[in-house]
Structures are given as structure tokens and as C-alpha cells.
């Protein structure tokens, strides 16, 4: 297939911002996919080229995109940072210097979605000594075959920045209209869910209808969505209405999905991230203490040292640690509480009850103190002694407690019904990063006043509600403290728009803040204003898709107003 096929559908999708005609507009095209392409097609259409759970980073900062598209035109870098800064998006940098281009290949060659997608995901693998310059001449190659509108999407694709708005859930509703009937929706959600490959289960659906979908089966290596909870405002409200319920401790620390088939293991964060480098001592803990040959197991990892829980930030360096993997394993110990099991042996598990899970959980581990264990659980429906448990798990520096209905499914992502979680109402926000402003004098070179935004949960656009000052720090004094530097070093090559000292980014560094206080505000899009927002933590466990609400933010400022009164 053509890669202007693909980039039609972008430009159709671009102008149609309606759910229902971008859906229809992307059926037609997986209508016309040879199945050999399927996968290429359904990622490229995300805007990427690897399934999130591989973690595989492109790579490719602003600055290379830059030289990339001067030396695929022969426009001068001067030009090209020029209708940069008029334009802050460098897709249509690349659209209008090709249009301009001085340079024209020889042989003109049409280009397709295989040449595209494998030169792309090429890209991640170019390391070592001169791997800019390779990347820079594979980039700048494929522009040169490109016809404007083509290099748009493929600057966009290689910055991660696509701006087309295909969620998923659009991708789901395609599949639906180019090859299944309405009523086969849920089967598809479920497939998706425990199987979170798209290109794969579209051609599924192509070749066998509702009935593939149905046998679709957890494969081991590879991430199911996970189940997660609610926020409930008080024990007494859940009990009220359960009666009976599974509290657990709510631990401070990082969700990990842990695969095990024979001698493998594999450890996914909630994002369904492939962490299993960073964690060896993990990894042979479960060797160790997973009883069933092959198991999915969930709990959650935190940092531990002399049997006193650290704080979240101790245990996020060691996730996003690439190097000196062993040391950071002797001076960040680990230990993890387990809470649910999904899979055992050949048996999906999805379907039993907390109760029956837990069970199984139970005889598939075997305990070893401090370090591999059962969340701490207690089974009962007295108020009372959930308050003390509740209390306990605060003493115990972690965040709160959480309800588990007994006899409640695993029910994939954020639904009503399942698990709630109880925690101290003056909480933190988790916010996004999306503009920052170069830093003069002392702190020239380093990013600072960091913008923070929510989330609108309707129209997934995100709304800015504060400016972060306090909190970040200059120099590291503590394994806690997070420096401007370090910032500066997440937050570059994000940028999307520059302009005099002010910097946009994408939306992708998340942030945990704390506040004095929630005010009206007409200066933010959001309509509200945190009062002295400081940095509390930075959340590599989070996506910017799971930031806080503005819904949530309306409901603190509203629940503020009544504890003022
Ligand atoms: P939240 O991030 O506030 O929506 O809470 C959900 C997260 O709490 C999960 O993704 C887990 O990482 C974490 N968590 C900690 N303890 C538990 C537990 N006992 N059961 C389930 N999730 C837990």
C-alpha cells in the first residue's frame, strides 16, 4: 500500500473532528489493507511504530529534525529555524520545505507503508558512535522521497507528535464497522484488553469474525490493561453499600505486572511498560517464589531500607534507570505485596470473584518475609476496625487503604464497582507539564516556571491551572530532591513551540504537586488556579492520559469552600 493512502486518512481525519466520521473515514481504509500490512497500518495510524508495552523510543530531538529537513532540501538551516519559529509545529516545516525544496532526487520513488515503517522503527535501534548522523541521513533520505503532505505526517510520527487525535477507542469502533457487527463491540473491548494489539486483532476480526475474537487468549510477554479503582469519600459509604469487603493496604509504590512462563519473567508497570531490566532482583524473587509454571500476577513494588518504606521518588529512580542497573539494586531495595492473580497455569481468571482469585493467589506464592508477599489484607464489614486499619496503613507512610468488593470481577481499566480507594482528602494533584520559560542569570540553560495542566476527560484536551516555582531544586542535596537540570533534561525534547524564552511541550512529563489552595481563576483555560503549587514528586509511572481531571479539581475547590465555611 501507498503511504498516501495513510496520509489521505490523516488529512481526512484532520478536517472531520466528528467521532462518527473519523470512524467511518478509518474503516474505509482497514477495508483496504492487505492483511500483510494490517499491523503496520493500525500502528502508523496511531502515530507510532511500536505497541507502547515494547517501551521503543524513536529518539529523534527538535534540533536533528531540524538539520534533517534542511539537508533533505537544501534550504539552509537558517530558513528552516525561521519558519520554525513562525510555525512552533516542525511537521508543517517539513510540508512547506519540501514544497520550497532546491533539491530533487533522481529517481523519484513512490513511497510505501513497508519502506516507511521499517526505516522508522529502524531509527530506535541506531546507537553508539555517529548514530546521529545515521539517523539524520535516514530521515533525511525519506523526506527526500516525500511529496509535502507525506513529510508533514512522517516529521509528525518520528516526534511522536501525530496531532491526528485517533484515540483507540475510534480505532475499536473501525474494526467494528470494516469487519464485525455492533453487537460484536464487547467481545472486541475484552480482546483489546487482554491483548493489546491492535494490528493483530484487526486482522482477527478481518479473517474470522466474533469467533476469533472469542478465542483470543492472554499471551504471556505481552501487557493486559489493568484493573483500577475508584475514589470513594468514606469506609463508611462503601460498607453501607457492600456490606462485607477486602480492605488492603493502598501501598505508595509502583503497580507491576509480572508474567511468568517457566524461567521468564517479564515486569510491566500500569502503563504497560516493559520494566524488566530494571528490576533483576524482582525477577528472581518470582523465579524464586512463583509457584505455578506460568502465572500473571499483580502487586505492588515499593522501595524498602532497613525494613522502613522510602518514598515513591526513592523508587523512581530505579525505574527509569537504564545503567548501573546492579548498584542502584544494592542501594534501592525493593519488596512487593502482591494482590491479584489473572492468570494460573492455562486458566484466564478473569472472570472469579476477588475472593476466588485471592485464593488462588494465595497457594501460587511462596512467602518470603520483607520481600515477597500478600498485600495485608483484612476481610470485614465493622467500621471500626476498617478505620484502624486505615490508620495503620497511613503509619505505615503509605497512601490510604483500599475497598475490594468480594465477590467483583477484574474488570479492565477505571469502573465503578470493583475496587475504591480511601485516602486523605488534602491530597496531591498529579499534573502535566506543558510550558516551562528559559531560566536567565544563575539558572540560564535550565527550564523553569514550569506550566501545569489537567485533563478535560471530554474532549482530552488539557487545560493549564498553575504555575510550579517552589520545590524543584538547584542542586541535589537529598536522593529525593529533582533538580532543574534534570527537568530541563526530560522536558527538551518534548518542546513542540518555541517563542522568545517561553517553551510548549507535549504533554508528557507528569508531576505530583501540592498546594495551599484551589482559586477561581479567569487567567487559566481551566477557570481555576492552584495557590502556591509545589513540586512533590515526578510520576514516571503515569502518562499525561492519567493526570487529574478538571472534574476533580472543580470537586476539591467545591469540598474546600465547605471545610472553610
Ligand atoms: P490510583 O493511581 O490512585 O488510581 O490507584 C491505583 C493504583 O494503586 C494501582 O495502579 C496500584 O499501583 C496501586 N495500589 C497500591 N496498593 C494496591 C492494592 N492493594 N490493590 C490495588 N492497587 C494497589
Redesign the pocket.
Known sequence: MRYSEIVKTYEEMEKNSSKIAKTQILAELLKKTPDEEMEMVTLLIQGVVFPKYTGYDLGIAQQLMLKAISKATGIGIDKVEKIFKESGDLGIVAEQCIKERKQVSLFKKELDVETVFKNLQKLAFIAGEGAQDKKLSLISELLSFAKPEEAKYLVRTILGDLRVGVAEGIIRDAIVEAFLTKEDATALEYAMNIYPNLGEIALLAKQKGLKGLKEIKVKLGQPIQ?M??E?AESIKEVVEKFGKVAA????????AQIHKDDEKIWIFT?RLEDVTKQFPDLVELCRKHLKPKKCIV?G?VIAVRDSSPLPFQVLSQRIQRKYDIEKMVKEIPIQI?L??IVLYEDEMLFDKTLLERRKILEKSIEVKPNKFML?KQIVTDDISVLEIFYKEALDAK??GI?L?VLDAKYIFG?HVGG?Y?I?PTLETLDLAIVGATWGTGKRAGWLGSFILACRDEKTGKFLECGMLGTGVKEKKTSENDVTFEELTKLLKPLIIFEKGNSVRFKPKIVVSVDYQEIQMSPNYESGFALRFPRFVALRY??GAE?VDTIERIKYLYELQKKTKK
Request: hydrophobic share 25%.
Open positions: 489493568v483500577l479503582g475514589k488492603e493496604y493502598k501501598y505508595d509504590g509502583m503497580r500500569r499483580e505492588e505485596n494482590f491479584d498485600a503509605q497512601e483500599f475490594k477505571r475496587w480507594k485516602k509511572d503515569k492519567e
